[in-house]
């Protein structure tokens, strides 16, 4: 063989090295992202238990809070009631008074 074949098959070879090289960093840093992925997915089955935790909490602070305004609703009625009948007497009071 010719030296000047040997020296391009001398580039070639380091070039397909070099390719190599790169192919190796590239796939060093595929297996890396493909870790850090694979370690959030596996996060997803607490994140879902927590999100229904969550809902299942706010459903029963809601039942909650309508049964609170339910009685809120009562007791506001029974007080204007008594307000009401206070004020009744307190005028039948007075006009007793002034007989």
């Known amino acids: 063989m010719s030296e000047q074949l040997l020296i391009q098959i001398l580039e070639e070879l380091k ?5 190599q090289s790169e ?7 595929m297996n ?3 870790d850090s992925i694979e370690a959030l997915v596996s996060d997803i089955p607490l994140i879902k238990q927590a999100v229904l935790e969550t809902r299942d ?12 305004a339910s009685e809120h609703q009562t ?5 204007n009631v ?3 009948q206070l ?5 039948e009071i007075d006009k007793l008074k002034h007989r």
């Open 15 to 19: 070039e397909i090295k070099a390719e």
């Open 23 to 29: 192919m190796k960093s590239i796939h060093k840093e």
């Open 32 to 34: 890396s992202r493909l």
């Open 57 to 68: 909490d706010v459903k029963q602070l809601e039942t909650a809070q309508k049964s609170l």
């Open 75 to 79: 007791f506001a009625h029974h007080f």
């Open 82 to 84: 008594f307000d009401k």
């Open 87 to 91: 004020v009744e007497h307190a005028i």
